[in-house]
């Protein structure tokens, strides 16, 4: 039986908690709601305020999913009551951001501004023109997001230029050296 599995989800009572007959579980808080789908060798029973997962059998599967899922459900949890933020920084000269409406504008050096559609229960903020902060229940989706927004111009190790998450370490390569 998984480690993390054994442990119980507790929340408190600013969360709903609830057992779909499909398999799902269904987190509520103040901001919004996540559904968590479970598969069916892995079953759920709510106990007061804690969730507690038990595998239905002995498979490797199953083994496997237990841990997964109460990590899920414990991620819905810490979501919809605290949320989770990634941050992001762009460094290179002219290289800015802008919120506009639902949608993220980037200058990243190319000839035409980068538009990245902002997807629904995600919200960023530019701090500076360099600094981003995207904010959302939903961890998968907010690493999803900040991943995507690397990805139009990861920092290259040259001249460290680029998009990067804030603290990220590049490691830098020398440039060519002077001939003899």
Request: cysteine-free; proline content about 6%.
């Amino acid at each position: 039986m998984s480690r993390i599995g054994k442990a119980p989800v507790v929340f408190d009572n600013t969360v709903q908690v609830s057992l779909t007959p499909a398999n799902e579980v269904v987190v509520k808080g103040a901001k919004s709601s996540l559904k968590i789908g479970m598969k069916p060798n892995v079953s759920a029973k709510i106990d007061g305020n804690k969730v507690v997962l038990t595998p239905n059998d002995d498979s490797k599967e199953s083994r496997a999913m237990h841990g997964l899922y109460r990590a899920l459900i414990q991620n819905a949890v810490t979501g919809v009551t605290k949320g989770f933020t990634k941050g992001l920084e762009l460094q290179g000269v002219g290289y800015r951001a802008n919120v506009a409406g639902k949608k993220l504008e980037l200058s990243l050096g190319f000839s035409h501004p980068v538009i990245f559609d902002i997807p629904e229960g995600i919200e960023i903020k530019v701090d500076k023109q360099t600094s981003l902060s995207i904010t959302g229940p939903s961890k998968e989706l907010v690493g999803q997001v900040a991943a995507k927004i690397r990805s139009f111009r990861p920092p290259e190790p040259y001249l460290g230029k680029g998009v990067r998450y804030t603290g990220e370490q590049i490691r830098r390569k020398a440039g060519k050296s002077a001939g003899k």
